[in-house]
Antibody, heavy 120, light 108 residues
């Protein structure tokens, strides 16, 4: 079964760090484009970051310099290292597989999400 | 980042047709993808590319595009189609992505 399972969320103080994990099954993370998307409580979806199969990484301006996307091919797992966390980073964080073509990009597989709360 | 604008809410009578639009400059270069999200659940891809439906998505969902506007049409809306719908696209650089502001669809 094709599946993504996120872990690592929780309550963290402002300025703190947290690492999210996303374990994949049924497909190979390193052969795909993988992304993180977040959703603040009661708000819309916000793209956070993507890692290409070749290893290139890109970030939304709101997290650039603070968050790092990576993967462990041996564990078939995607990560999001989040540093210098702010209250506005509070959200459900989803990992998703991204299908890219020359004309589009779409997230076809999503995890169930993990909640990150940044508060003192 | 990709700035995509959607109407906040639309309503449709059961069995009727509703069109949800998504506007943004990036849509002149890239197709939009569309997602359905129900409360407490992860989004589900319903349309991608020119007008492609993933396996398991009913054929009452269709997509189209013209200029800077992409549309998702639900033909013969059902009660289970009541949800939030989001578009997404690559931005002009091609490397960043963005989501639309979301549209809440109510089936009357």
């Amino acid at each position: 079964e094709v599946q993504l399972v996120e872990t690592g969320g929780g309550l963290i103080q402002p300025g703190g760090s947290l690492r999210l994990s996303c374990a994949a099954s049924g497909f190979t993370v390193s052969s795909n484009y993988m992304s993180w998307v977040r959703q603040a409580p009661g708000k819309g979806l916000e793209w956070v970051s993507v890692i290409y199969s070749g290893g290139s990484t890109y970030y939304a301006d709101s997290v650039k310099g603070r968050f790092t996307i990576s993967r462990d091919n041996s564990k078939n797992t995607l990560y999001l290292q989040m540093n210098s966390l702010r209250a506005e980073d509070t959200a459900v964080y989803y990992c998703a597989r991204a299908l890219y073509s020359s004309g589009s990009a779409a997230f076809d597989i999503w995890g169930q999400g993990t909640m990150v709360t940044v508060s003192s | 980042s990709s700035e995509l604008t959607q109407d906040p809410a639309v309503s449709v009578a059961l069995g009727q047709t509703v069109r949800i639009t998504c506007q943004g400059d990036s849509l002149r270069s890239y197709y939009a993808s569309w997602y359905q999200q129900k409360p407490g659940q992860a989004p589900v891809l319903v349309i991608y590319g020119k007008n492609n439906r993933p396996s398991g998505i009913p054929d009452r969902f269709s997509g189209s595009s013209s200029g800077n506007t992409a549309s998702l049409t639900i033909t013969g809306a059902q009660a289970e189609d009541e949800a939030d719908y989001y578009c997404n696209s690559r931005d002009s650089s091609g490397n960043h992505l963005g989501f639309g502001t979301g549209t809440k669809v109510t089936v009357l």
